[in-house]
Nanobody, 118 residues
Framework: QVQFVESGGGLVQPGGSLRLSCAAS????????MGWYRQNPGKQREWVAT?????????AYADSVKGRFTISRDNAKNTLYLQMNSLKPEDTAVYYC??????????WGQGTQVTVSS
């Protein structure tokens, strides 16, 4: 089955940085566009960023994170990354990775908590 395991979250001060990782299994990772999503309690999960399956990868970002976050991938390691800089309190959420667009066969992982607070 398809599985995603997110890691790298934590507590950081506003303006700080974090690098999230997502280990994928059960799919031919290199053939899928991938994305990061986030969710806070009481809110719907929202899309954050996408990277295409091509080498180098074309990227797209939500307006709220554009210019601050960078999505990347290492197909040899079946791993997706999200470099988050200039973090703001409103970035606080559980971050998830998945295919982008999300496929029905790909369930959500546990996510990794990112908390931005002074």
């Amino acid at each position: 089955q398809v599985q995603f395991v997110e890691s790298g979250g934590g507590l950081v001060q506003p303006g700080g940085s974090l690098r999230l990782s997502c280990a994928a299994s059960g799919i031919i990772f290199s053939t899928y566009a991938m994305g990061w999503y986030r969710q806070n309690p009481g809110k719907q999960r929202e899309w954050v960023a996408t990277i295409t399956y091509g080498s180098g990868g074309s990227t797209a970002y939500a307006d709220s994170v554009k210019g601050r976050f960078t999505i990347s991938r290492d197909n040899a390691k079946n791993t997706l990354y999200l470099q988050m800089n200039s973090l703001k309190p409103e970035d606080t959420a559980v971050y998830y990775c998945n295919t982008s667009p999300r496929l029905s066969l790909a369930s959500w992982g546990q996510g990794t908590q990112v908390t931005v607070s002074s």
